[in-house]
């Protein structure tokens, strides 16, 4: 198997070729590393590799395994692999090694997948860009002076490049459908504690960050669910393994009741300004919606988008305080002493500040909206958004400037943090992090299911995806209207983009 060969087909579609005999796991995984080797070095997705031991595990793989065979990466941000490094995209982290495989990465082993490698992340998963000091900066293979996103911006590049036919990937604030809106993919983000994170840890960020991928296909992202499901032990969330998310695309629903967003109630009060080929493609995908029989009717989710950043924020800087601290322990470093990144250390210090009492009515908010949302949902089955305000932005063009750097490195003063949250610096904060992707935080606050579909390709060729938000639960139902707007527009004929050369 060539490399032309195996670009050409989704993961399920290289499991049927090994299972029928077609071709061997040996020449799919020869040709994936092929891959990976060529076109690695201009499109910066993979900070790590791992091909001898992905080749002796291989060995093991389980013949009847829905993926035996399959090539694929993990994100360097909570899929451990025991004794091998993970980096969490941060210099200070650059030689820890777990003690164990995470829960996801056994199950990702049992589906027969052969981890050859680590993709890029933002320090600590922070970004919405992928622009780490410590690694390489992932390119957009659509457009190499363009960012692929974050946080999972590294598993985009991979999979939208033609490394391999799926990445894993995981969302807080929108990192798997950030990057999969503007590497030109699809993005699920299953619902809060679908997919486990142990034995590392129980949940992160409250149960906002939900673990999957970012694939070509639909079905990919439908069996790699069936694959990885279900709470792990201490899991602190009672979700049993499930079955029947690739048998939901063979029941395509019908009448769907959709409702059609902007998201100006999430972006006005940040100082948004939505692309018009943005608006193009969310009104695209409403009339093909309707189009397809579903009834759709423009009305806009019940949130207030100012309490809802700053409730986001809140959870944030708190928790980047106590990752810090774990970051400490783990390295023996002290806090003050860590090789972390100027944002990451300011950002640090403010969550350090932060009162009990805020946190806990932050996280009480997201409970009202949750809520909120539950009763729109009796009205609408799904909700029609942006996933972001514009195209892929340009590479540097969203980091922190050196003047921004230099204001943040003042908190480091005595009292400088305590006066800065109370002047106001959680907004200005909100402001500067959110304004451009300011719409899918939501889902990870309520913890629904939603996803991100590549309908739309602007002039210049950037690709630009929609969102599509579902109840609690009901990711099933999002993956079957995806499969059906996927045999509709036939996104796979664009995939994969050639790499960056």
């Known amino acids: 198997m060539d490399v032309r060969d195996y670009r050409a087909h989704d993961g399920l579609g290289l499991a049927m070729l090994i299972r029928s005999g077609q071709v061997s796991a040996d020449e799919v995984f020869d040709a994936s590393c092929v891959a990976i080797e060529a076109h690695n070095p201009a499109l910066g997705a993979v900070v790590r590799t791992r091909f001898e031991q992905a080749r002796e595990e291989g060995r093991r793989v389980d013949p009847a395994a829905p993926f035996a065979g399959v090539p694929t990466l993990t ?67 659509w457009a190499p002076d363009h960012s692929p996103g974050g946080s999972s911006g590294g598993s985009a590049a991979a999979v939208a490049g033609g490394l391999v036919p799926l990445a894993m990937a995981g969302d807080g604030g929108g990192s798997i459908r950030i990057p999969a809106s503007h590497c030109g993919l699809f993005g699920l983000k299953p619902s809060r504690g679908r997919v486990p994170l142990g034995p590392m840890f129980g949940e992160v960020w409250q149960g906002a960050v939900v673990e999957h991928a970012l ?56 100082g948004t300004r939505l692309d018009p080929e943005v ?4 009104e695209q995908a409403a009339r093909r919606l309707d189009g397809l029989g579903h009834h759709v009717e423009w009305a806009d989710p019940p949130v207030d988008g100012a309490a809802l950043a700053d409730s986001y924020l809140t959870l944030y800087l708190g928790h980047l305080a106590a990752d810090l601290i774990w970051v400490s322990e783990q390295t023996d470093v002290p806090v003050s002493k860590l090789d972390i990144e100027p944002a990451t250390r300011a950002i640090g210090r403010l969550g350090r ?18 809520r909120d949302m539950a009763a729109f949902h009796r009205c609408f089955d799904v909700l029609l958004m942006p996933v972001a305000a514009t195209p892929a932005p340009r590479r540097g063009e969203l980091y922190p400037t050196p003047a921004r750097e230099r204001l943040m490195a003042l908190l480091a003063i005595p009292g400088a943090s305590h006066l800065a949250l109370k002047a106001g610096m959680l907004k200005r904060l909100a402001a500067d992090s959110l304004r451009m992707t300011p719409f899918t935080q939501l889902a990870n606050l309520t913890g629904q299911p939603a996803m991100s579909l590549p309908l739309h390709v602007t002039p210049e060729g950037l690709p630009v995806g929609v969102q599509v938000l579902g109840p609690m639960g009901d990711e099933r139902g999002l993956l079957a209207l995806a499969a059906q707007l996927e045999a509709e527009v036939d996104w796979g004929r664009h995939l994969p983009r050639p790499p960056s050369r």
């Open 279 to 282: 608006r193009l493609a969310v």
């Open 215 to 270: 694939t070509r296909s639909v079905r990919d992202s439908a069996a790699l669910l069936d694959a990885i499901n279900g709470m792990d032990e201490g899991s602190p969330w009672p979700l049993p393994r499930e079955d029947g998310f690739l048998g939901a695309l063979s029941h395509p629903r019908e009448g769907l009741r959709v409702a059609v967003s902007l998201g100006s109630p999430l972006s006005a009060t940040l």
């Open 75 to 141: 994100k360097d941000l909570l899929m451990a692999i025991g004794d091998e490094p993970l980096a969490f995209g941060s210099a200070a982290l650059a030689e820890w090694r777990s003690p164990e495989d995470s829960s996801l990465v056994r199950r990702l082993r049992e589906a027969g997948l052969s981890i050859l490698g680590q993709t890029a992340t933002p320090e600590l998963g922070l970004m919405g860009i992928t622009e780490p000091r410590a690694f390489p900066h992932p390119v957009n293979p």
């Open 353 to 370: 500040c932060l009162p009990a009492a805020d946190y806990e009515t932050a996280k009480r908010y997201w409970n009202r909206v949750a």
